[in-house]
């Protein structure tokens, strides 16, 4: 019966002891964002890396998504003759939820694991210890660069996963199911409002924080060799695909 | 602060101590790895911190530069004592230190120059060619020559250790720590080390902390060895006071051997080797 406690306890106590951790590095992050030097060809190349190489993964990701959302809102509104809001409905999904829901998911596993494993290669090769020991702080070099690339990056990548979801539901609608085109575009522009767009960029924005925190966190705390970096690795994108669909839930519920 | 002499070194005489250790206790969890150290490096003196592995060495030389925060006890270092130190004086403090890692730890994403030169990078609005020019002379200084547009997965174990202490010494550091600095080197690359470490010494009167197991390494190049043993320093003297040690763990140590106080009631397998025998 105790032992049950014990475990329950320890698990709780471990997540909120890493929680804490999380956002104390969290905080200092945007605490050395403020602070000079500013590095910015430290994070052009971190936008490059995590902004322009993601650019593929993204618009293939919308593509397909908006095309399949085409296909299956058609099967389900053609039942109650309702075909013509088909393009209301993707471009609504598409902004509001799975443009920026998609792309932090493929960002998180994509860019989340690579600052992880480099981090924490760095960590175990003690390099994050030299950085120190040249009075350079490892959150004001390291970190910050990859956090604000995260953040400047995530809304661009969104918008662009938003763009092309919602062509492919147009091309699939109007190619393939023989919708009228002008209905479609007609009927997407007069449901959609700015603020959708608004709500996913905002989103997006959360997401790229996430993402750049809690790979980074797994990075710098790597105990332990290659196989610390590869539980390392595996945990950032665990975590924060996980926690981008959480925080997704909460502020979809928050501007509901 | 203590200002710092025209020649760049803060201590003028041979007999000033620099880092000063005084009651240092530090543990991890359960494990109480310094048991309260005291030690003394006087300025321009290199010390070898001698003692078997796991026993704390590694953790003695991270509180001294700040990498890890001792639980209790004081550390001077250059007059100032540093438990309290405030990150802004800590930056100032780092100035005076290089470090030489036991994994040389050079940074794997860029060349060997931009190594060497990444602290005046970061840290002065020198121009790179400038930097670069400095670099190669500091790669000269450790007998390196045109490796500096290559790669550190490049080069082999002890080149890279030397470029890990070209980068130590690009600031003009006045205390060089090193940990195990010969670790994982063949004997030649080994000696090269030490002999560069006695140049380091002569050439720039920087005070050294050598950390090492390597005993042949110590004699070679320490002023003073100190001999860690259980989280405490059980003796301090020159290579001939130590290498006559009376005492029994000491003698232990720097002999190598199996039987002794060190291993007493440790079994390294002998057991199950002479059953197998019979």
Known sequence: MFG????????????LDESGRVMILFLKTVHFIFRPPFDLRNIL???????????????????????????????????????????????LSMTRELGPVLSGLMVS??????????????????????????????IKYLVVPRFLASLIVMPILTAFADVVGILGGYLISVILLGSNPTIYIRRTYDYLDLEDVYIGLFKACIFGMIIATIGCYQGINTRGGAEGVGKGTTNAVVISSLLVLVANYFITALFF | MEEIGPDGKSCRSHDEPMIVIREVHKSFGQNHVLRGVNLEVKCGETMAVIGGSGTGKSVLLKCIIGLLRH?????????????HLKEKNWNALLSKFGMVFQRDALFD??????????????????????????????????????????????????MRKRVSLARAIAMEPSIILYDEPTTGLDPIMANVINDLMVRMREKLEVTSIVITHDMESAYHIADHIAMLYQGEIIEVGTPGQIKSSSHEIVRQFIHGEVEGPITKGADFGQEHLTSHRR
Not at chain 1, 4 to 15: A, E, K, N, P
Not at chain 2, 74 to 81: K, L, N, R, S
Not at chain 2, 118 to 144: M, Y
């Open chain 1, 4 to 15: 049950l406690f014990d475990i329950i306890g320890f698990w709780i106590m471990r997540f």
């Open chain 1, 45 to 91: 190349k971190q936008v490059e890396y995590v902004g322009i190489k993601s650019v593929p993964v993204v618009l293939i990701t919308g593509a397909f998504t908006g095309m399949v959302l085409a296909l299956q809102s058609y099967t389900g509104f053609k039942r109650f003759n309702a075909e013509a809001f088909v393009g209301t409905v993707v471009a």
């Open chain 1, 109 to 138: 596993g994509r860019v989340g694991s690579a600052m992880a494993a480099e981090l924490g290669t760095m960590q175990v090769t003690e390099q994050i210890d030299a950085l120190y020991t040249l009075a350079i702080n490892p």
């Open chain 2, 71 to 83: 639980d209790r006890g004081e550390i001077y270092v250059d007059g100032q004592e540093i438990s």
């Open chain 2, 109 to 158: 994403s860029i060349t060997i120059w931009e190594n060497v030169g990444f602290g005046l990078r970061q840290h002065t609005r020198l121009p790179d060619e400038e930097i670069k020019a400095i670099a190669i002379e500091k790669l000269k200084l450790v007998g390196l020559e045109n490796v500096e547009d290559r790669m550190p997965a490049e080069l082999s174990g002890g």
